[in-house]
């Protein structure tokens, strides 16, 4: 089997008998428990004869059923009893060919959060102690250890990941969603026999109908071919809730756009489609895991035959460095994220000229959304100035306000193309959900949609003329700004402003050298000079 695309197979974290996907083993008791009736007989000996262990615990996972038995997933995914069972050959040289099946997760399978499985050091625990295929309830069973707390070297670095919210999760048999990840060669159309390597491929029956029933009994599923097991993730989120946030997210198709993310049209396709049919809409797991994929950074062009899934189980009931900022997470992702300044700091700012606050703006490496600027222009407005009063917006070492800088200190973190805040973001969000990335992106999009007329009634009869003002400010701020050369800038602005740096770095957090070596070291080199501002629309 060559690579293929990868998928997310997701559990809910309870399987239809109610008992739960995910269970805490102690060691020489699971055999008197409900759960080992059900087990297989090597998972039982297993269990039997696993050490004490204080620095973790150790875990049964009732993994995915075969199709033919449960059938497909919420998602639309069916996996062959077939498929799941084979055996492959434990050793390094096996074939590709025959690489797949239970036994793969033996070989492969670390638990992680989230699916940030890039290296096995990132995982949360060991590797898969056994798996083994349950012919009797046709589904997979294995058993791994989940690790407690996190070890450190003598000097802070860290050297195995810990997972102590989760293991406290699983001891207090509270719910704990799964998700499983494997690599299949191509999905199959039930209905078709359309073989898709990518969702470009895809044909209208998986693309708008997943899991829909024709009249003559048919149902449309991706049949998943010869899976190779090589990840076990903890998530927040059920099947059920992160389709629900997806189909939210077709409806903000401005968020869609700022994400690059193309699936989520074709689900406003489907949902669309769908209520004309009068039937529901299933989100293919496919689309959904296009979001997985923008939040770690994949280029969603980066193998042609490459697409990930995030599919639910069909036993079912209900330190990224920041030079490679744009391959571990997209630059646009990362804007798209960011908090909008507060209202408290666009009325500080519109108090100033405008070259003044741009100015200072820029020297934190803080680049203005175009609803912002949008929002200052009101602001001023309001409070009396007339439109040729307003300014240009000139970008200028002689405009930098040292005093307003030091107010604006707190958003530096939250939104300085500056390259050690912006890693720290970019880490953050790594570290954050699918679901709550989707929820930002369209938070601020909601944000960036409001209308003056709404918000400002005294200003009903110059909306028109104050949004067109403002965007001209904007796409001229725009170009002023890749005009100054934001690295010479930074640099000037450093030498004749010594302040500066303690603005940008803030109180206790150490100093930056001031000449070059502060610009070329402070602003993020791969996209965060020029490009962040040019970006910004």
């Not at 209208?204 to 010869?226: E, I, P, Q, T």
Request: contains cysteine.
């Amino acid at each position: 089997m060559e690579d293929g695309f990868v998928k997310y197979i997701q559990l809910d974290s309870h399987l239809p008998d109610g008992s739960p996907s995910v269970e805490l083993i102690h060691p020489g008791i699971f055999e008197k428990t409900a759960s080992a009736k059900k087990a297989h007989p090597l998972i039982k000996q297993a269990a039997a004869n696993l050490p004490e262990r204080t620095d973790g615990i150790w875990v049964l996972l009732n993994a995915m059923g075969a199709g033919e038995y449960w059938g497909s997933n919420s998602n639309g995914d069916y996996f062959p009893e077939e498929s799941l069972k084979f055996a492959a050959d434990m050793s390094s040289t096996c074939p590709r060919s025959r690489d797949y099946g239970v036994k793969t997760f033996e070989k492969y399978a670390y638990p992680y959060r989230h699916h940030i499985n890039k290296h096995p050091h990132r995982s949360i625990g060991e590797r898969v102690k056994i798996a083994v295929w349950n012919d009797e309830m046709k589904r997979v069973e294995l058993i791994h250890f989940l690790r407690r707390d996190s070890e450190f070297d003598d000097f802070g670095e860290i050297l195995k990941v810990g997972a102590p919210d989760l293991v406290a999760q699983v001891e207090e048999g509270r719910p704990t969603p799964v998700s499983m990840g494997c690599k299949v060669p191509y999905d199959v159309c039930s209905i078709c026999q359309n073989q898709a390597k990518n969702i470009d491929l895809y044909c209208d029956h998986l693309k708008y109908a997943m899991n829909h029933v024709y009249s003559d009994g048919r149902k449309a599923n991706a049949v998943n071919l010869f899976p190779r097991f090589f990840d076990i993730s903890f998530v927040n989120k059920g099947a059920e809730k992160t389709a629900a946030v997806l189909m939210k997210l077709a409806g903000h198709k401005e968020a869609a756009r700022i994400s690059g993310n193309r699936a989520v049209f074709w689900i406003a396709e489907g949902v669309t489609k769908a209520a004309s049919e009068d039937r529901a809409y299933c989100v293919p797991s496919a689309f959904y895991a296009e979001a997985i994929k923008l939040a770690q950074g994949k280029d969603a062009g980066e193998k042609e035959s490459a697409i990930v899934k995030k599919t639910p189980s069909n036993i079912e009931s209900e330190s990224t460095p920041a030079s490679r900022v744009n391959q571990e997470i997209g630059t646009t992702l990362v804007q798209a994220t960011e908090p909008n300044l507060p209202d408290a700091c666009l009325k500080v700012l519109a108090r100033h000229s405008l070259p003044n606050a741009l100015s200072t703006l820029t020297s934190l490496g803080i680049g203005l959304k175009p609803h912002e600027m949008q929002r200052m222009v009101i602001i001023k407005m309001k409070s009396g100035v007339r439109p040729d009063q307003i300014g240009k917006p000139e970008i200028s070492t002689d405009h930098i306000q040292p005093s307003l800088a030091s107010l604006l200190r707190s958003q530096v973190e939250k939104r300085s193309s500056f390259r050690d805040p912006m890693r720290r973001r970019v880490l953050d969000l790594l570290s954050e959900t699918p679901e709550q990335i989707l929820d930002k992106i369209a938070a601020n999009d909601e944000a960036a949609q409001i209308d003056i007329s709404m918000t400002e009634p005294s200003l009903l009869e110059q909306a028109a003329p104050l949004a067109a003002l403002a965007a001209a400010l904007f796409a001229l701020y725009r170009k002023n700004v890749k005009g100054a050369k934001l690295p010479q800038f930074v640099e000037s602005a450093f030498k004749k402003y010594p302040e500066l740096p303690a603005a940008v770095v803030g109180a206790g957090r150490g100093r930056l050298r001031v000449g070059r070596t502060i610009a070329h070291s402070a602003l993020l080199r791969c996209g965060a000079r020029e490009g962040v501002w040019r970006r910004r629309s």
